[in-house]
DNA sequence: GCCGTTTTCGGCCCGACTGTTTTCAGTCG
């Protein structure tokens, strides 16, 4: 069952939507957008709220309020039936073709009777767009590779397969000479669970060199767009990675906008121009002399707007401004919170640092507690003996009584690793550690590090 | 349709790139 929030916020979104094709006022359209966001992110469940309390919600007023009430008693809104009346489904998932947005849909739809993706490609096909004014050759190209582009699945990846790449990306592009800095930005650096496509920003006084590099990477599929400042490229796995090259004195605004969302810098856009200011990737102006003000720093971007730093994870537009502006942002965990490790593996196994360094590391982390795990015994890939371990054991209590941390020392035994069992004293298919002095014993995670 | 350091009306984010309608509209992020 679909929470009444997310129902709602479809709806609404579909008919911006549908009121972008037919032609309807933009601003109206970019009202129902934002209300969409808003009823999506809201913290409370709307099929609680009275008018009164839906109002309370950001970009909803009483027209709104009332659609949101009617789909709540009846599943739906009665002018949106009317406007799915004139424009057919198959048009609106037209608009989800990259490069064909509701302007070319419409006259589609309206000069051609085109009311499908499926009747948009025989159309072409068929050289039925052939002098239909806006729709040259090129366009014509686009749009099929946007129909191919679209009916490939799964076109969003696990952060874990755009971080590799990304990180990949960022390594080769810092070795540009020229290059001052490179990072990721967008939904990577906001760490969102599926990511779309890649944000690169870089900070050099030589574009041209940045770009070179980034069309000769390896795993280039085809440019989508290049020109001086900003190129995009398909992979050959099939991720869009997007470069933006700028200069080094306008880092910090650039990265608070690259970062994103959309919705989030929309806010804090609107939030410039209601000072009197212009907010853009190069920087914060005065909007009247335009004189600029700020751009080195997000923080001073930021601090501008009357707002603290705003950490990227929150920057979604889902009430961290709000939070912002009262001076309640919360207290996020970092890796600073991090008071030990419980699972670790020594150059003894498969780990790739010996063991002082794996402690020292621990120390100048500042951690509490530290347990080093090297696998059992008899592994078929591991080197491990009875004899090396217990060695370990003895060395690991010498550099215990060096410093305050906490050590413990345990290993992650095998399934069936009864051998095993007796260097802990106890057996287990997952593993066992022992606190250093031997007094005190806690359970293992299974990540490795 | 919503909102307010512009407060009940007037304004609503900003810039890059593409293709085409040769000066700009459409699309995207």
């Given at each position: 069952?679909?929470?009444?929030?997310?129902?709602?916020?479809?709806?609404?979104?579909?008919?911006?939507?549908?009121?972008?094709?037919?032609?309807?006022?933009?601003?109206?359209?970019?009202?129902?957008?934002?209300?969409?966001?808003?009823?999506?992110?809201?913290?409370?469940?709307?099929?609680?709220?009275?008018?009164?309390?839906?109002?309370?919600?950001?970009?909803?007023?009483?027209?709104?309020?009332?659609?949101?009430?009617?789909?709540?008693?009846?599943?739906?809104?009665?002018?949106?039936?009317?406007l799915?009346?004139?424009?057919?489904?198959?048009v609106?998932?037209?608009?989800?073709?990259?490069?064909?947005?509701?302007?070319?849909?419409?006259?589609?739809?309206?000069?051609?009777?085109?009311?499908?993706?499926?009747?948009?490609?025989?159309?072409?096909?068929?050289?039925?767009?052939?002098?239909?004014?806006?729709?040259?050759?090129?366009?014509?190209?686009?749009?099929?590779?946007?129909?191919?582009?679209?009916?490939?699945?799964?076109?969003?990846?696990?952060?874990?397969?755009?971080?590799?790449?990304?990180?990949?990306?960022?390594?080769?592009?810092?070795?540009?000479?020229?290059?001052?800095?490179c990072?990721?930005?967008?939904?990577?650096?906001?760490?969102?669970?599926?990511?779309?496509?890649?944000?690169?920003?870089?900070?050099?006084?030589?574009?041209?060199?940045?770009?070179?590099?980034?069309?000769?990477?390896?795993?280039?599929?085809?440019?989508?767009?290049?020109?001086?400042?900003?190129?995009?490229?398909?992979?050959?796995?099939?991720?869009?990675?997007?470069?933006?090259?700028i200069?080094?004195?306008?880092?910090?605004?650039?990265?608070?906008?690259?970062?994103?969302?959309?919705?989030?810098?929309?806010?804090?856009?609107?939030?410039?121009?209601?000072?009197?200011?212009k907010?853009?990737?190069?920087?914060?102006?005065?909007?009247?002399?335009?004189?600029?003000i700020?751009a080195?720093?997000?923080?001073?971007?930021?601090?501008?707007?009357?707002?603290?730093?705003?950490?990227?994870?929150?920057?979604?537009?889902?009430g961290?401004?709000?939070?912002?502006?009262?001076?309640?942002?919360?207290?996020?965990l970092?890796?600073?919170?991090?008071?030990?490790?419980?699972?670790?593996?020594?150059?003894?196994?498969?780990?790739?640092?010996p063991?002082?360094?794996?402690?020292?590391?621990?120390?100048?982390?500042?951690?509490?507690?530290?347990?080093?795990?090297?696998?059992?015994?008899?592994?078929?890939?591991?080197?491990?003996?009875?004899?090396?371990?217990?060695?370990?054991?003895?060395?690991?209590?010498?550099?215990?009584?060096?410093?305050?941390?906490v050590?413990?020392?345990?290993?992650?035994?095998?399934?069936?690793?009864?051998?095993?069992?007796?260097?802990?004293?106890?057996?287990?298919?997952?593993?066992?550690?022992?606190?250093?002095?031997p007094?005190?014993?806690?359970?293992?995670?299974?990540?490795?590090?």
């Amino acid at each position: 069952m679909p929470r009444a929030n997310d129902v709602v916020e479809a709806l609404l979104q579909e008919y911006a939507d549908l009121m972008a094709i037919s032609g309807g006022d933009a601003f109206r359209v970019r009202t129902y957008e934002k209300a969409a966001r808003s009823v999506g992110g809201y913290h409370a469940d709307l099929s609680t709220l009275d008018e009164k309390g839906l109002q309370q919600i950001a970009n909803v007023g009483g027209s709104t309020a009332k659609k949101i009430q009617e789909i709540l008693q009846t599943g739906t809104f009665h002018q949106l039936e009317e406007l799915r009346e004139q424009v057919p489904a198959g048009v609106r998932e037209m608009i989800g073709i990259p490069g064909l947005g509701p302007k070319k849909a419409m006259v589609l739809y309206r000069d051609l009777h085109i009311g499908s993706v499926q009747e948009l490609a025989e159309a072409i096909d068929g050289g039925t767009l052939k002098g239909l004014k806006g729709f040259g050759d090129k366009t014509e190209e686009n749009i099929l590779r946007g129909i191919s582009l679209m009916q490939q699945s799964g076109d969003r990846v696990l952060i874990g397969v755009a971080m590799e790449l990304a990180e990949e990306i960022v390594a080769e592009l810092q070795a540009v000479r020229g290059c001052e800095k490179c990072e990721y930005a967008g939904s990577l650096r906001r760490m969102a669970e599926t990511i779309g496509d890649i944000d690169i920003l870089v900070a050099s006084m030589d574009g041209p060199s940045v770009m070179e590099a980034f069309v000769n990477l390896p795993y280039l599929d085809r440019v989508i767009a290049r020109g001086e400042t900003k190129t995009s490229i398909r992979t050959t796995k099939g991720l869009q990675v997007d470069l933006r090259v700028i200069e080094p004195g306008v880092w910090g605004a650039a990265l608070q906008y690259f970062t994103g969302s959309k919705a989030h810098n929309i806010r804090t856009r609107e939030i410039a121009v209601r000072k009197g200011l212009k907010l853009s990737e190069y920087g914060l102006f005065d909007a009247e002399s335009g004189d600029l003000i700020v751009a080195e720093t997000e923080a001073e971007v930021y601090e501008r707007l009357g707002l603290p730093w705003i950490p990227p994870t929150l920057r979604e537009d889902r009430g961290e401004i709000e939070a912002a502006l009262r001076g309640d942002l919360p207290d996020l965990l970092d890796l600073a919170d991090i008071r030990g490790d419980l699972h670790t593996h020594t150059n003894l196994t498969d780990g790739l640092a010996p063991l002082g360094q794996m402690i020292d590391t621990a120390r100048d982390l500042k951690y509490a507690y530290y347990a080093v795990t090297d696998h059992a015994p008899n592994l078929y890939m591991q080197r491990m003996t009875d004899e090396k371990m217990l060695a370990q054991r003895k060395e690991l209590a010498k550099l215990a009584a060096k410093g305050k941390m906490v050590l413990l020392h345990g290993t992650e035994l095998n399934i069936d690793g009864v051998r095993a069992g007796s260097i802990g004293g106890r057996s287990s298919s997952r593993g066992s550690t022992s606190a250093w002095p031997p007094s005190t014993r806690c359970s293992t995670s299974r990540r490795r590090t």
